[in-house]
């Protein structure tokens, strides 16, 4: 069974923490400051009565008779004396005694011994200026205690505060870092002139980040040189099965070498999608137009619907490059109907099969990976890694999701991939031509007003030529 988690902030886990000890700190000191200041009274007590007890045995003493009534309140054989006087007293001893009582205010008692088996004693409580001196003392260390817990609370809010506020930083950070953005340093997230933990975290961090980005760029580097060192044994490879005798066997034969010949050119264009070198040669065309023509060379059987069509400006190899990558893998993984559904600067493309894994919508696309367990299991996972990546150079956002509602069972609703291209596409130096598109889009419709046909449209509702922005 499942414990629940209580999630609470570093800050008020300080302010707790320091609350805590404050407040043990000032009950035990003002218990001892309250039992030192009550003995040492209680002591001087003792003293002045004992003093008094002195002055009264005197006067007894000089009066010559035994029969005068002591002076200051003494008693002379009080039979309401406690029983350790007594025994002190028995032994010829002044003695003094501090008897606690109901009330909670103490009596204080002496004794003295005046001959004949006789004892002189003084009985008084402790009470009146003691009493309110002990009041106002106690009253003084509560009010200290409450003080320092509560300053106490206020400071560990500041420390936990900035200590948060680091963490939170350094957080915030390293999910940049996952989601891809590498330049990200989580230390010049954290900031700050004083260094301690959290600064350490953040160097481990950016230590492992640097580590794994090594690595994954040595793996890219491996890949893309065996890639390349088999291109021309394959090539090679596939020119001689040419030569071969026809039949069933050097059938197999082509079929296996194209195959791998298609792999080796997929892992190369892979590995320059991931080098980032890759530039989009725009072109200003009619989205809605491109797709239907593009779709009904690539799968007469898919059904194109143009919701509301728009001009882009985009690179149309790479779009096609999308288009049948998403095509082939909902051929290859889903099932049919597909069904493609063009609508302003979005492109849905949806099969009827098992739906993508849950691993590539948690994760996104990557390659080597077929997600057996929930599709078909065909293939190297390749195509979505290069159309994910040809739409990055595109500038545009493609999605993956099922049709199904959230948690329910594969193969519900089938596949949904999306293709957000963005209003201003990357030039061939990655920025977004915001101004220059509309000039070019302000001359091209003030060409047409003047020269009429000599725009040389091709029919399809595209711009005339290839235009860079």
């Given amino acids: 069974m499942k ?11 300080i302010s707790i923490a320091i609350a805590a000890v404050g407040a043990l700190t000032a009950v035990a000191l003002s218990f001892v400051v309250h039992n030192a200041a009550r003995v040492s009274m209680l002591e001087n007590a003792r003293e002045v009565q004992l ?3 002195t002055y009264a045995q005197l006067l007894y003493e000089a009066t010559k008779t035994k029969k005068a009534d002591p002076r200051f309140g003494a008693k002379l054989n009080d039979p309401t004396m406690p029983h350790s006087l007594r025994v002190e007293t028995a032994k010829n001893r002044r003695a003094t005694h501090v008897e606690e009582t109901a009330k909670g205010v103490p009596d204080v008692w002496a004794a003295v011994p005046v001959g004949h088996g006789d004892v002189l004693s003084l009985h008084t409580r402790f009470a009146g200026r003691s009493s309110t001196i002990m009041a106002d003392l106690d009253r003084a260390l509560i009010i200290g205690s409450v003080s320092v817990v509560f300053g106490g609370c206020a400071l560990g809010v500041l420390i936990g505060g900035q200590l948060s506020r680091r963490l939170r930083k350094a957080a915030a950070a390293a999910g940049r870092v996952a989601q891809g953005n590498t330049d990200v340093r989580v230390r010049d997230a954290v900031g700050g002139v004083v260094r301690d933990e959290t600064d350490e975290l953040a160097g481990a961090v950016d230590a492992l980040t640097d580590a794994l980005n090594a690595r994954i760029e040595a793996e890219r580097r491996v890949t893309a040189d065996i890639a390349h060192e088999l291109r021309t ?3 090679g490879l596939l020119t001689a099965a040419e030569l071969l005798p026809p039949g069933r066997p050097t059938e197999l034969v082509r079929d296996r070498a194209q195959a791998m010949r298609t792999l ?8 320059r999608l991931d080098s980032a070198s890759e530039r989009a040669e725009l072109q200003e065309l009619a989205l809605g137009e491109f797709v239907s023509r593009r779709i009904g060379l690539l799968n007469p059987d898919v059904t194109v619907r143009v919701v509301h069509e728009s001009y882009v400006s985009t690179d149309p190899r790479r779009l096609e490059r999308i288009l049948g990558n998403l095509l082939g893998n909902a051929a290859k993984h889903g099932a049919t109907p597909v069904e493609v559904t063009v609508e302003g600067r979005v492109v849905r493309i949806r099969d009827h099969g098992p739906g993508f894994p849950a691993d590539l919508l948690r994760e996104g696309p990557s390659r080597f990976r077929t997600g057996s ?3 078909s299991g065909r293939g190297h996972g390749l195509g979505l890694t290069i159309a994910a ?17 959230e948690g329910a069972a594969q193969g519900s609703g089938g596949a949904i991939a999306v293709l957000w291209l963005p209003e201003h596409a990357p030039t061939n130096t990655g920025s977004f031509p915001v101004l220059a598109v509309a000039e070019q889009r302000a001359a091209k419709d ?7 046909d000599g725009g040389g449209s091709d029919g399809a509702g595209a711009a005339p030529g290839r235009k860079r922005a």
Avoid: I, Y
């Fill in 264 to 271: 080796v050119e997929d892992v190369l264009e892979v590995a």
């Fill in 233 to 235: 044994p394959v090539t």
């Fill in 446 to 452: 003030a060409g047409d007003d003047s020269a009429g």
């Fill in 51 to 53: 003093e008094r007890l």
């Fill in 3 to 13: 414990r629940p988690a209580l999630r609470t902030g570093v800050r008020w886990k």
């Fill in 373 to 375: 367990s929930d599709r």
């Fill in 389 to 405: 990546g040809q739409a990055r150079v595109l500038g545009a956002r493609l999605t993956f999701r099922n049709a199904g509602p």
